[in-house]
């Protein structure tokens, strides 16, 4: 079945402790990007990818980092959580090329930093 | 930078009544893209618009990309209670490389 998987679902963790969100996608997306989701505000991009080794800023790419060393992962690292990225997190991967065109969404991951 | 802002934040109808949300671009868009995401679930792509002007239906839902392609619309008729859920728009700039989602409308449908 066509899906990106995010792990974990729900994470609670304290200031200052390093995390990792896992997303992977088997679909052979070339594009890959993470998403915040905060009440009123939408889905903001943090950070995306077009290709394996190629990552970008997005809108709100402070106190996050990236990495995509292979095609079918691209994981979120905060070095440090702070309170304020309490929030819903959501990877997604296109099926456009290298482009960010009909995203595919994981579950998502309920973060709150404590 | 480029913003996309949606109207109306929430909205509650009663099933069977009519409901639009309406999508508006700070810069041109090359596309627009609509999706849905159901309470507790994730967003879901619903359709994509390219040409100006362009009219797109499913089933009972209708998508307008604006002429000027700095706006969008999406009717939904004659609600049922599986519409309930956020809809977002999200429009993707003319280098093809930023796709900027909206605010969302928040969709309540009573029986």
């Known amino acids: 079945e066509a899906q990106v998987t995010q792990n974990p679902r729900y994470l609670i963790t304290v200031t200052g402790k390093k995390l990792t969100v896992t997303c992977s996608q088997n679909m052979n997306h070339e594009y890959m990007s993470w998403y915040r989701q905060d009440p009123g505000l939408g889905l903001r991009q943090i950070y995306y990818s077009m290709n394996v080794e190629v990552t970008d800023k997005g809108d709100v790419p402070e106190g996050y980092k990236v990495s995509r060393k292979e095609k079918r992962n691209f994981p979120l690292i905060l070095e440090s959580p702070s309170p304020n990225q309490t929030s819903l997190y959501f990877c997604a991967s296109s099926s456009g090329g290298g482009f960010p065109e009909k995203l595919f969404f994981g579950s998502g991951t309920q973060l709150s930093v404590l | 930078g480029q913003q996309v802002m949606q109207i109306p934040q929430y909205q509650h109808v009663q099933e069977g009544e009519d409901f639009t949300t309406y999508c508006n671009s700070s810069t041109t868009l090359s596309n627009i893209q609509w999706y849905k995401q159901r309470p507790g679930g994730h967003p879901v792509f619903l359709i994509q618009?390219?040409?100006?002007?362009e009219v797109k239906k499913q089933k009972r839902l209708t998508f307008q990309f604006g002429e000027a392609k700095k706006n969008s619309s999406l009717h939904i008729t004659a609600t049922q209670t599986t519409d309930v859920g956020t809809y977002f728009c999200?429009?993707?700039?003319?280098?093809?490389?930023?796709?900027?989602f909206g605010t969302g409308t928040r969709l309540l449908v009573s029986p």
């Open positions: 618009l390219v040409k100006s002007g």
């Open positions: 999200a429009g993707m700039n003319t280098g093809f490389q930023k796709l900027v």
